[in-house]
């Protein structure tokens, strides 16, 4: 059986008392694992993955995978820590009970959307359970960091999380508190959240949909891509060794064990770009029930063995420790 946890990240050996941290709440696609139809219509025999994603608790159990989401739990130089995550989808209220319980995370300071589709943004409604209470809404709203198309397709979506000014007459109801700020789909354009800068990556979701995907970390340079189909040149160059420079560590999407799919990087696609990018470390998400967290780290141990890239699956409640 392959090792639990997938190896550090570079400098986590060698900096042990580094004390942000990167915690996986969900690694898994938009339809989640274990997947619905394989427990209403089970094949024979039973898919492997689906029934042991059902069989185990949550800190044993790396085939349950929730929406693909990221909390950073970035340590400032004056010993404070912030709390940012990225994408809130529609398991945001299960990871919450999972792993901010697990982890000890005591609040978020941050929200910041790679896109508007439901598996990054339905939990935004939840927000409000993990924001102090206030019968009238009398509390400082949480920043949230999303490109223009984003705030469009949301203020449709939740009117009553955009649209702050009563109508005459009309009831004060409690919601989730939010300061939306919009930033560029520009690697040009950083912004920080929390005290932490950004850099966004443009990459596409499909040849018709611009997503982002971002880089932070000035100690220990991360990249994280959820949602892509294809890095656009001008973002290659920011994330890749014979570019702007080697990256620590790459979070990656790789929905499906083989084949090509027209809106995601499968693990083909995925082991491709890491060839290109040359980072030195890759951790895989977004996967479907395809993947076996066990038999396909096996596999991927051997594959970063020839290539000289470590590449791993992550799974759900991974806390991996890195000095940001």
Not at 233 to 241: F, G, L, Q, R
């Amino acid at each position: 059986m392959a090792n639990h946890h997938p190896p550090s990240p570079p400098d986590a050996d060698a900096d042990a008392d580094a004390r942000s941290a990167l915690i996986f709440l969900g690694t898994g696609c938009s339809s989640m694992v274990p997947n619905m139809m394989c427990l209403i219509q089970p094949a024979d025999p039973p898919c492997s993955v689906c029934f042991q994603a059902l069989s185990l608790p949550p800190e044993r159990n790396p085939n349950y995978r929730c929406n693909t989401s990221l909390l950073i739990d970035y340590c400032q130089s004056d010993g404070n820590h912030n709390y940012i995550i990225i994408d809130v989808g529609k398991t945001f209220r299960e990871t919450v009970l999972r792993w901010f319980t697990f982890h000890k995370i005591p609040r978020i300071d941050s929200i910041i959307l790679t896109h508007e589709h439901a598996d990054a943004v339905l939990g935004l409604d939840d927000i409000r359970a993990v924001q102090p209470f206030s019968p009238t809404n009398d509390i400082d709203p949480t920043p949230i960091y999303l490109s223009r198309h984003s705030m469009e397709s949301i203020a449709t979506k939740f009117p009553y999380l955009v649209n702050k000014k009563l109508k005459e007459g009309q009831e004060i109801r409690r919601v989730a508190q939010m300061d939306w700020k919009i930033i560029d789909d520009d690697h040009r354009q950083p912004f920080f959240a929390s005290g932490l800068k950004f850099i966004p990556l443009p990459v596409m979701h499909g040849e018709d949909y611009v997503c982002l995907g971002f880089l932070f970390g000035e100690k220990t340079r991360v990249a994280y891509i959820s949602d892509v189909s294809r890095i656009p040149a001008n973002t290659e160059y920011v994330i890749s060794k014979c570019g702007a420079g080697q990256l620590d560590l790459l979070i990656l999407d790789a929905l499906y064990k083989t084949g090509s799919h027209n809106v995601h990087f499968c693990l083909p696609q995925a082991l491709e770009a890491v060839k290109k990018l040359c980072p030195k470390q890759t951790l895989l998400i977004g996967m479907t029930h395809e993947l076996d967290y066990y038999k396909d780290n096996e596999f991927l141990k051997e594959w970063s063995e020839r290539e000289g890239i470590p590449v791993q699956l992550a799974r759900d409640g991974l806390r991996v420790p890195i000095n940001l």
